[in-house]
């Protein structure tokens, strides 16, 4: 193992350290040292995509994996609440494993574990083998996002952090967008198994990346609070149990989901006590008397609601009712990246302005909230350009958002405590997601059947008898052929009208997050002369 004193009768690898930081004031040093930040930095990025990849590559593909793995069209579904339940749960860990085995290591285990569970993905033979390896994958995949963060924090100073910030957020967001139009490219051209295999090339190329370059934190002696896992764990796996069984068994009305909303609340319980009362907790209880980090938190939340349900609706919507095959859905998707990118590129340059961060948040929840009511007013008529310009104003509020808040939450705590409020926020988002995608598809189900019963009441045989003599002639003077093509146009508009109000409702959500801005502290900038404490640059 190289530290930062050179080895006995060796040469030191961080010679240089001392020359470059000499020309750096103390305040504005980063907190880790590598020999070549921009290849580190295309690695980091590398494994963080293809992690975010995974979590939406598979979601075209479900059909086809359906007839190869034997499943039906319920137990399907697995393949993807399975990493996720598997990646929520595991979040928690990052902090306590990245002190115990060291940061560094930890990435390039996960990225070894991701690659294996992902070539075994591709070779299962039936459901049960590859739930197993997608829960495999997903505790891999956990521990990259809050790491990648937190190195990408590490390898810059503060003067940096708003550009490197903007780096990393362009792959989260743009990633879970990416995912279905690679994910349907690959099903159409090769097969489903490929949506897997394509992460080893990447896992190899980005593992000899960081083997080289990525410097780690010193290693800490925690205690594992293993009652705090187990409750957290608890809470969690049940709750996304409940959410994905509720529709189902009528939520409620079934004792079964009963059951599992009183477990998770009472593990949800049980774990919040024991966080104020342990003296060695999962999460140290000082990341709770951030303002900041809480307030980030959540705002999180309502960023997984708005970029994963936005995912879950839309992408069936343009399919069922407006015709669009796999692949030019994704395209139609992909203006919200575009605006992402470009929206998260102009923060970044705004924040080293030194703009107050908390107007770039409150203006990109203003804009986000504008495009879910412009989305309101969408009619089955219309043609692909509201989609585009809507998705486009979209994805500049979201980008807005996300750069500034993880600025001010990550700016106000001390640098050994970054992995654990990044764990937290990962956490918080996927939380976020899960909770969106539930509401949006319950309502959604409930609300095509009030606003069929609401339209179908207006329609008799009556009236049909009535209508255009020109649609009579077509339809043979039929009044059965007629009844069934009023009910088809009923079932598309009560669709319509069904995913409007959950637009609505996701709208609502944006603008209640808006007053949060206020909780928010813009972070100082270190004074002259005081140093910032960093560990020791080692490498394991």
């Not at 290849?39 to 995974?54: C, N, P, R």
């Not at 303002?291 to 069936?316: D, E, H, K, Q, Y």
Request: charged residues 10%; glycine residues 10%; proline residues 6%.
């Amino acid at each position: 193992m190289a530290t930062a004193n050179p080895p006995a009768g060796g040469v030191d690898p961080l010679a240089e350290v001392p020359a470059t930081a000499a020309a750096v004031p103390d305040e504005d040093r980063a907190a880790l040292y590598t020999s070549n930040r921009p290849l580190l930095t295309f690695g980091v990025m590398a494994a963080t995509i293809m992690q975010i990849l995974d979590s939406t590559i598979a979601n075209v593909a479900l059909p086809h994996m359906q007839a190869s793995l034997s499943a039906t069209a319920d137990t399907v579904t697995w393949v993807l609440t399975s990493y996720i339940v598997a990646s929520a749960v595991a979040i928690p860990m990052t902090g306590w494993l990245s002190d115990r085995v060291g940061s560094r290591n930890l990435f390039l285990y996960s990225i070894v574990g991701f690659v294996i569970a992902s070539m075994l993905c591709g070779l299962a033979t039936n459901l049960p083998e590859m739930v197993l390896f997608r829960v495999l994958q997903g505790i891999a995949a956990a521990f990259m996002n809050p790491l990648s963060q937190t190195v990408m924090m590490d390898i810059n100073p503060k003067s940096k952090q708003a550009g490197a910030m903007s780096i990393w957020g362009m792959g989260v967001m743009v990633g879970p967008i990416l995912g279905p139009v690679i994910g349907g490219w690959l099903t159409d051209n090769y097969d489903w198994r490929w949506c897997f295999y394509v992460n080893v090339p990447v896992g190899v190329v980005t593992f000899a990346i960081l083997w080289f370059l990525l410097p780690s934190r010193d290693k800490r002696l925690r205690r594992f609070d293993l009652f705090g896992f187990a409750t957290l764990a608890l809470a969690i796996s049940v709750f996304q149990l409940m959410l994905d069984r509720g529709q189902t068994n009528d939520w409620f009305g079934s004792w079964e989901v009963r059951i599992e909303g009183m477990i998770a609340l009472c593990a949800a319980w049980m774990f919040g006590v024991h966080l104020v009362t342990a003296k060695e907790p999962m999460f140290e209880r000082s990341l709770f008397a951030n303002r900041n980090l809480l307030t980030g938190i959540g705002f999180m939340v309502v960023i997984g609601v708005l970029m994963t349900a936005s995912l879950a609706l839309l992408p069936p919507m343009l399919q069922s009712l407006f015709g669009y095959p796999v692949l030019e859905t994704g395209i139609l998707l992909m203006p919200r990246g575009i605006g992402i990118v470009v929206s998260m590129a102009v923060a970044g340059r705004l924040m080293k302005a030194n703009v107050d961060p908390r107007l770039l948040v409150g203006g990109g929840l203003i804009i986000a909230a504008y495009s879910l009511w412009d989305m309101t007013g969408w009619t089955i008529e219309m043609g692909s350009t509201p989609f585009i310009v809507t998705g486009l104003i979209q994805g500049v509020g979201l980008g807005l958002i996300f750069i500034p808040l993880n600025i001010m939450a990550f700016g106000t705590l001390p640098p050994h405590q970054r992995t654990e409020g990044a764990s937290l926020m990962n956490l918080s988002r996927n939380i976020g997601g899960s909770v969106g995608i539930s509401a949006v598809t319950v309502l959604l189900a409930r609300n095509i059947q009030t606003s069929h019963m609401e339209i179908g009441s207006h329609v008799t045989a009556g009236g049909l008898n009535g209508a255009d003599p020109i649609v009579g002639s077509i339809l043979g003077g039929s009044t059965d052929a007629a009844l069934a093509m009023a009910d088809a146009m009923v079932n598309q508009q009560a669709a319509m009208i069904a995913y409007l109000d959950d637009f609505k409702l996701m709208m609502i959500l944006t603008c209640m997050a808006i007053p949060l801005v206020l909780l928010l502290k813009r972070p100082k900038p270190a004074p002259p002369g005081v140093k910032e404490e960093a560990p020791a640059v080692h490498f394991d």
